[in-house]
């Protein structure tokens, strides 16, 4: 005010204040304009990332969508159905030198399984010496309600009383119809007790006449139908992290999750491996693996240092230079697809009962899998046929994947495990070292076992 008064033009000035007071009331403010002209730029921005990101999105849903059967087909989780038989019999055909003798119209002929059919699950357990009663909770409360029969067949190696270990199942679950224990030599391991079993099943259900297949719906074995059930191999070890004791292995699959997956009509592994690896492997290289020697894990923990030293020339009598020899000269087999073939590790896994009996019907194969139990049967506490039969089990009970498969396969791996530190291990699998068959969980689990794998070298180092 006083430098209005002592201006010469103070009329002037004063004039040009009332002015400018008047355009700001008039504009709503002195920074009105400003903040407007932020807020629309903050808008317009916000406007712009929204739609990028909806465009992202929309992107990776598409990506996942298109990629969505490769993982499925990279996992063996749920594998391009076949147009008929779960029996790729083109693929087989190499395999099949001589004609079928059985005459198949005095043979069932089972229908295909399907996830609405099956209501019977056939549990196998290969049994030593632990207490069964972890089944209880980890098996029965697990198999779907859908599910309407349990069978359970405990296939003892180690002349245990059946009282000292084997609950009574029907008490907890009314399901359980029938629980079976047979006595079987401790020879060959838990593949022994499952080539076992896998024999005398189809010796069974191969000598009903068409009759019988007729009369099933009114007889009291109509759940033991192979078109309506699932065949579970299983150890008598929890199926918990503390048992998991194969390396590059994420897990084991749940019960529910390979009853879900066989009712589908596919061979399920019980154990998943690290998203980064597939449980195909390249055929070619599976063929070479070998082993020389092998200590069972238990025997390393009580110290059974008779075992570890005395019993290893007898690790391999036959002289098997690998499991394509053990396959030439022991089981006169091969694996139907000469590019990729699936395995399972750590001896548990679940099948059709119907792929069982399909099977069964090519000469071939069926004479392979009486060979493998009478391979198995050689007496010595660890062998090499053990691990040979562990390496076949996949490829002789799952159907062989078809050309575009294959293709698929072979675009998405970028490497096979044949190091000398993937032998006896994952030997032959395929790897994809970029992780793009890894979803973001299962990327983080596999970067932090890699930083602390790292970390502990440094530290030893």
């Known amino acids: 005010g006083n430098i209005l008064e002592a201006s010469p033009n103070k009329s002037f000035y004063r004039h040009n204040k009332i002015e400018r007071l008047k355009v700001l009331r008039h504009n709503g403010g002195p920074n009105t304009r400003g903040c407007l002209k932020v807020i629309i730029y903050c808008l317009a921005l916000a406007s712009i990332c929204l739609i990028s990101s909806i465009l992202v999105l929309f992107l990776i849903h598409w990506r996942r969508m298109e990629s969505s059967s490769v993982l499925s087909l990279w996992n063996a989780e749920d594998i391009l159905q ?3 038989d779960y029996v790729n019999v083109s693929l087989r055909s190499k395999a099949n030198s001589r004609k079928d003798n059985v005459d198949n119209s005095t043979m069932m002929s089972p229908s295909l399984a399907t996830e609405d059919n099956i209501h019977t699950v056939e549990f196998v357990v290969a049994y030593c010496n632990t207490d069964l009663s972890w089944m209880i909770r980890g098996v029965l409360h697990q198999i779907p309600k859908t599910i309407t029969t349990i069978r359970i067949t405990v296939l003892s190696k180690c002349g245990q009383d059946k009282s000292a270990y084997l609950p009574i199942f029907q008490i907890y679950d009314h399901r359980v119809v029938n629980v079976d224990v047979e006595n079987l030599s401790n020879v060959g391991g838990c593949d022994y007790a499952y080539a076992h079993f896998i024999n005398r099943y189809i010796e ?7 009759e019988d297949a007729e009369n099933i719906n009114t007889n009291d074995d109509a759940d033991a139908d192979p078109s ?15 048992f998991l004791h194969m390396p590059r292995h994420e897990r084991f699959r749940s019960v529910s ?10 061979f ?3 154990a998943k491996l690290d998203c980064e690896l597939s449980p195909y492997h390249d ?3 599976l ?4 082993k020389t020697h092998y200590t069972r894990r238990t025997d390393l923990l009580l110290k059974v240092e008779s075992m570890i030293t005395d019993d290893q020339p007898y690790f391999n009598t036959h002289e098997y230079e690998d499991l394509r020899d053990f396959h030439t000269r022991a089981l006169h087999w091969e694996f139907p697809n000469a590019q990729f073939t699936r395995v399972c590790y750590g001896g548990t896994f679940a ?6 009996i399909a099977l069964s019907k090519i000469p071939n194969t069926r004479n392979a899998m009486k060979l493998l139990e009478y391979n198995l049967q050689r007496n010595a506490s660890t062998a090499i046929e053990e691990h040979f039969a562990e390496r076949t089990w996949g490829g002789l009970l799952s159907t062989p994947l078809d050309e575009k498969e294959s293709d698929i396969l072979k675009k998405t791996k970028d490497r096979i495990m044949i190091s000398k530190l993937d032998r006896g291990k994952t030997y032959g699998a395929l790897a994809n070292t970029h992780y793009s068959t890894c979803t973001f969980p299962q990327y983080a689990t596999q970067y932090a076992k890699k930083l602390y794998s790292n970390m502990r070298s440094n530290l030893q180092s």
Not at 204 to 210: A, C, K, N, S
Not at 228 to 242: E, G
Not at 257 to 266: F, T
């Open 82 to 84: 076949h147009d008929s």
């Open 204 to 210: 069974t259900h191969t000598t009903r006449t068409l």
């Open 228 to 242: 309506s059930s699932v065949i579970l191999f299983i150890k008598d070890t929890p199926r918990s992290r503390r």
């Open 257 to 266: 999750e390979m009853i879900h997956a066989a009712s589908k009509g596919n």
């Open 268 to 270: 399920i592994c019980g």
């Open 283 to 285: 055929t070619a290289a």
């Open 287 to 290: 063929y070479r693996f070998t």
């Open 351 to 356: 099948v059709p009962a119907s792929q069982v």
